[in-house]
Antibody, heavy 117, light 107 residues
Framework: QVQLVESGGGLVKPGGSLRLSCAAS????????MSWIRQAPGKGLEWLSY???????SYADSVKGRFTISRDIAKNSLYLQMNSLRAEDTAVYYC???????????WGQGALVTVSS | EIVLTQSPATLSLSPGERATLSCRAS??????LAWYQQKPGQAPRLLIY???KRATGIPARFSGSGSGTDFTLTISSLEPEDFAVYYC?????????FGGGTKVDIK
């Protein structure tokens, strides 16, 4: 079955960096677009970034220039490099598989990122 | 950016009752709208896509309707496992956006 497992979350100081990983299994990773979506504590969902099969990428304005999405097909892994972190980046970060229609049909369990001094 | 406004914020109902949730878009998204369910401590689950199509494995008591700017998710008869938060999401125009959510809780 489809499985997405995030790792790399933790506590980081404002201005710091963190790299999230998402290990994918149970499907042909190279065939799917993937996204990162976050959820601040007690809040709703915010789409952050997207990577297509040809490595086309797209970002929300809130993270553009600070976050970078990438993927390693050989390792069946998705990444999110997060730089210049701010307190408002504190959230649970989900990796999600996108359908060809750009809906999200599989999600990881989430990785908590806390930005605090 | 398309803003999705969900109402009500909270819906208090009893098991067996009908739930009607609304999602309004700031501009037309055609039928390019999905609904997700999220339970505490869990990731969201896709319920409905393209406004009215049920995702794989979703029970028939969940149905979606609407087009343009006004959409509805209906749960025909609430089961105990349906008490959760529901989000809508549009894919018509980038960036992809989500609504703020409607919590369905037990009355």
């Amino acid at each position: 079955q489809v499985q997405l497992v995030e790792s790399g979350g933790g506590l980081v100081k404002p201005g710091g960096s963190l790299r999230l990983s998402c290990a994918a299994s149970g499907f042909t990773f190279s065939d799917y677009y993937m996204s990162w979506i976050r959820q601040a504590p007690g809040k709703g969902l915010e789409w952050l970034s997207y990577i297509g099969s040809s490595s086309y990428t797209s970002y929300a304005d809130s993270v553009k220039g600070r976050f970078t999405i990438s993927r390693d097909i050989a390792k069946n892994s998705l990444y999110l490099q997060m730089n210049s972190l701010r307190a408002e980046d504190t959230a649970v970060y989900y990796c999600a598989r996108a359908t060809t229609l750009n809906y999200f049909d599989s999600w990881g369990q989430g990785a908590l990122v806390t930005v605090s001094s | 950016e398309i803003v999705l406004t969900q109402s009500p914020a909270t819906l208090s109902l009893s098991p067996g009752e009908r739930a009607t949730l609304s999602c309004r878009a700031s501009q037309s998204v055609s039928t390019y709208l999905a609904w997700y369910q999220q339970k505490p401590g869990q990731a969201p689950r896709l319920l409905i896509y393209d406004a009215s199509k049920r995702a794989t494995g979703i029970p028939a008591r969940f149905s979606g309707s609407g087009s343009g700017t006004d959409f509805t998710l209906t749960i025909s008869s609430l089961e105990p496992e349906d008490f959760a938060v529901y989000y809508c999401q549009q894919r018509s125009i980038w960036p992809l956006t989500f609504g703020g959510g409607t919590k369905v809780d037990i009355k």
